[in-house]
Nanobody, 121 residues
């Protein structure tokens, strides 16, 4: 069984920083891609960033330069460093693992529970 534990959300003032963590646990052989997505109140979930097992990254254009995604493969953990936060970054942030291999299974997409990030003005 695979679990994604997301942590690091909270309340921060505009201009501040937060670091989110997404830790995968269970009988995991490999995870090809881990991504961060967010959903603001009243809006659809949107792409934030992804990172491959090889370290390749992709970002939403509007977030480049402020957000940085990284991963610790040994710990099966992916981080999202968010700097210069703005009130419009307020959202529930979700972690998604893509193409997860276990000894007995292959999971295309696996979502973790979200963590709320609130940026006050």
């Amino acid at each position: 069984q695979v679990q994604l534990v997301v942590s690091g959300g909270g309340l921060v003032q505009a201009g501040g920083s937060l670091r989110l963590s997404c830790a995968a646990s269970g009988s995991i052989v490999s995870i090809d891609v881990v991504g961060w997505y967010r959903q603001a109140p009243g809006k659809q979930r949107e792409f934030v960033a992804t990172i491959t097992s090889g370290g390749g990254t992709d970002y939403a254009e509007s977030l480049k330069g402020r957000f940085t995604i990284s991963r610790d493969n040994a710990k099966n953990t992916v981080f999202l460093q968010m700097n210069s936060l703005k009130p419009e970054d307020t959202a529930v942030y979700y972690c998604k693992a893509e193409r997860v291999r276990t000894p007995t299974d292959y999971i295309m997409n696996y979502w973790g529970k979200g963590t709320l990030v609130t940026v006050s003005s």
